[in-house]
């Protein structure tokens, strides 16, 4: 009796199991149904995500397009068929400015835009001629704008496009029209000016990459990425002439050079803008460091001068580091990525050169900071004041230039550090020259040369200053050949057209 009564345990026990089993199997089942769903359905929303965004980018690329005909003709309005995905699109009167600078010009505008946000947090937008690809920070141009440069005639049209106010797009017929052209001159001649163009924009890395493409990396003078904005020079001033004087002064205002002891006589000229060195010294900085066509590093390694022709590279020069250079056979190059600050015993010196004297040190130093105790010369025949042409000093335009106070130093040479604009080169100045002023002569020592700057203040009646005469007229080129110059401008045309983009 007890025997059968386990026996029919067991077959319960079992039963049981079996039926846990199926449940379990269909369980998994369904678990595994409901994943492949869950796959399936994110795979087709990802599909049908990048299909409407192919077909947005599409519909903005036709859009930018037409905006830009009813621009160029004032009478002019145009339909189209408009997809604007599922979301919809938007027009923004006030997504950034564009501020363009030279001859008779200086406008700063609002600029609108027409953005269209995906549901993948992408962003395609129109904005004054240009249609751009926005995901995360990368920025893709889809249709570049409708700027016009003619290299051969050196002219330069910007059309800059305003939106007329704010409103939804929907999918659908769209009405264009064009509501008012603001001619902001007629042609504007800019010869031997330099124009400067300034964008804040959300899109700003898409204009970078424009500018970039279309007039060279030279031409790209600033990138800000915490203000989003990008600043552009195109044209200069003839590089022929730009140490005809012994101080070229980039800037129009009486305030930014004083010259307390008329050290600087009338080897002086003011308002000649020249352009900057910043994008090229830093690219030649990045070449170096990665090890491009440099003979030697200097930076872990000890020397012994003089050091022959060659390009050399070094992080900084701090203190009365000695370099010596032997130009019998050459050039040399010595690009420094931070700042030069030479104590009184410190030097860089020239001890030969070739018998025709054709061979220069050119240096390229990439700091803010330009302090010189000691003394850059050429010393072949023994002076410090004999020939400024074998030695080009380059820096940015954020570097300022200290010969003081108490300076002792000397300088035989060019020095550019070109800027087109002011900027705060002294953190509380000391001495009587200001913030405002890029290099300050005021404590003694000796230039003998050039000085290309935006600003310049000479106030001690112990600083000498000579102009080397044998510099007019000089062929002195700031650029390597590997390295262009901005695009050089002769004719700007600038107007702003304020068009109306609505559903019909």
Known sequence: MNASVGEQSVVERRGQASILGLVLLVGMVAMVSVGLLL?????????????ESERVEQAF???????????????????????????????????????????????????????????????????????????????????????DYDPEDETLWFPITTLSGRQSLNSGEIAIEHNTTDPISNVSFVKNDSVTITIQSDYYRGWERYFRSEASGASIQNVDHQNRTIRVLLGYADLEGAFDEGATIGSDDPADFKDKHDNFG????????????????????????????????????THTNPLDDGTYFIEEINGDQDYTFDLSNGNATLIVEGDVNLGDDGSINVVNRDAANDNVLRIYAGGDDAVINGEICDTSDGSCSSNAKTIQFYGPSTMSVDFGPGNTGAFEGVLYVSSSEQKNWWDGSTGTCADHHQVHMQGGGDFYGSIVAYSACAH????????????????????SDEYSLPPQITYLNVAVHELDVRNK
Request: aromatic share 6%; hydrophobic share 30%; no cysteine.
């Open 61 to 147: 690329v036709e859009l930018g397009h037409t905006m830009s005909t009813v621009s160029a003709n004032d009478d002019t309005s145009r339909t189209l068929q408009f997809d604007a995905g599922d979301s919809g699109a938007v027009t923004k009167t006030k997504a950034g400015w564009i501020h363009i600078k030279g001859g008779s010009v200086d406008i700063n505008r609002s600029i609108g835009a027409v953005e269209y946000r995906g549901d993948d947090g992408s962003i395609i937008s129109y904005q004054s001629g240009g249609v751009w690809r926005e995901t995360g920070n990368r920025t893709r141009m889809l249709s570049a704008p409708n700027i």
């Open 460 to 479: 001690s009646n112990s600083v000498s200053f000579d102009y080397d005469a044998s510099l007019d007229g000089s062929n002195i080129d700031p650029y």
């Open 266 to 301: 009338n080897t002086h000229r003011t308002g000649t803008p020249l352009p900057e060195m910043d994008s090229v010294i830093e690219q030649m900085v990045a070449d170096a460091k990665a090890g491009n066509d440099v003979d030697k590093n200097l930076s872990n390694s």
């Open 39 to 51: 796959v399936a359905g994110n795979a087709m929303t990802a599909a049908e995500e990048a299909t």
